[in-house]
C-alpha cells in the first residue's frame, strides 16, 4: 500500500506541486516586503537547481561530483528552497507550513522511488554513495567522484530555462496580487 501511494505520489509530482503553488497564490497576501524577501532565497535555489543541472548526466553514470558530493538530491534541494522562497512571499504563516507538509509528502515520496532505482541501475556504487553523502540536507563529505564537470549544455539540455519562465510568471503575478491585495 505505501509503495503504490509513493509512487502514485512520484510519479504526479509535478501536478501535486502545481496544485500547491495554486493554493499558495490563491490565499496569498504578498506585500512588496514579503516579495523582497522572498526573491534572495528564489535565486539561491534556482542556483542549486542550475548547479546541479550543469552536473547531471542522468541514467548514463551515477554523478558524484559537485552538489552531488554535498546532497544526494540538489535538484530537489533547490526546488525546496525555491518554494520556500514563494511560500515566504506570501505572508502567511499558514502557508509556510502547508508547503513545508507538502513538499515533504511529495519530495520524499518521490526520493525514495528514485532511490530504489538508482540501487537498481547502479548497485553497490550506489549503495556506497548512500553510505557516504546525505540524502537531502548538504553536508561536506568529501566524497567527489570528479569524473563529471559542469557544463551548460546540460543545463540547457535539461530545460531549466523552464524553471527560469515559471518563475518569472510567478514572480510577475505575485507582484500583481501585492498591488491589488495593498
Given at each position: 500500500m505505501l509503495k503504490s501511494v509513493q509512487h502514485f505520489v512520484g510519479y504526479h509530482r509535478i501536478i501535486l506541486s502545481a496544485v500547491v503553488g495554486i493554493l499558495l497564490?490563491?490565499?496569498a497576501r504578498p506585500t512588496v516586503w514579503t516579495i523582497i524577501a522572498g526573491c534572495?532565497?528564489?535565486l539561491i535555489g534556482e542556483g542549486i537547481r542550475i548547479w546541479?543541472?550543469?552536473y547531471i548526466t542522468k541514467n548514463q553514470m551515477l554523478v558524484q561530483a559537485g552538489p552531488y558530493a554535498f546532497t544526494r538530491h540538489p535538484l530537489y534541494l533547490g526546488n525546496?528552497?525555491?518554494g520556500l522562497g514563494f511560500a515566504i512571499m506570501t505572508a502567511e504563516v499558514s502557508l509556510v507550513v502547508l508547503y513545508l507538509i507538502a513538499f515533504t509528502i511529495i519530495y520524499f515520496s518521490t526520493i525514495a522511488e528514485e532511490e530504489e532505482s538508482l540501487m537498481?541501475?547502479?548497485?553497490q556504487e550506489f549503495a556506497e554513495y548512500v553510505r557516504q553523502v546525505p540524502?537531502?540536507?548538504p553536508l561536506p563529505t568529501g566524497a567527489v567522484n570528479g569524473q563529471t564537470k559542469f557544463r551548460w549544455e546540460r543545463v540547457m539540455g535539461h530545460r531549466e530555462y523552464k524553471t527560469w519562465l515559471a518563475i518569472g510568471?510567478?514572480?510577475v503575478l505575485?507582484?500583481?496580487k501585492s498591488y491589488y491585495v495593498s
Amino acid at each position: 500500500m505505501l509503495k503504490s501511494v509513493q509512487h502514485f505520489v512520484g510519479y504526479h509530482r509535478i501536478i501535486l506541486s502545481a496544485v500547491v503553488g495554486i493554493l499558495l497564490y490563491v490565499f496569498a497576501r504578498p506585500t512588496v516586503w514579503t516579495i523582497i524577501a522572498g526573491c534572495p532565497i528564489i535565486l539561491i535555489g534556482e542556483g542549486i537547481r542550475i548547479w546541479s543541472s550543469g552536473y547531471i548526466t542522468k541514467n548514463q553514470m551515477l554523478v558524484q561530483a559537485g552538489p552531488y558530493a554535498f546532497t544526494r538530491h540538489p535538484l530537489y534541494l533547490g526546488n525546496f528552497v525555491i518554494g520556500l522562497g514563494f511560500a515566504i512571499m506570501t505572508a502567511e504563516v499558514s502557508l509556510v507550513v502547508l508547503y513545508l507538509i507538502a513538499f515533504t509528502i511529495i519530495y520524499f515520496s518521490t526520493i525514495a522511488e528514485e532511490e530504489e532505482s538508482l540501487m537498481n541501475r547502479f548497485g553497490q556504487e550506489f549503495a556506497e554513495y548512500v553510505r557516504q553523502v546525505p540524502r537531502f540536507v548538504p553536508l561536506p563529505t568529501g566524497a567527489v567522484n570528479g569524473q563529471t564537470k559542469f557544463r551548460w549544455e546540460r543545463v540547457m539540455g535539461h530545460r531549466e530555462y523552464k524553471t527560469w519562465l515559471a518563475i518569472g510568471i510567478f514572480l510577475v503575478l505575485m507582484f500583481f496580487k501585492s498591488y491589488y491585495v495593498s
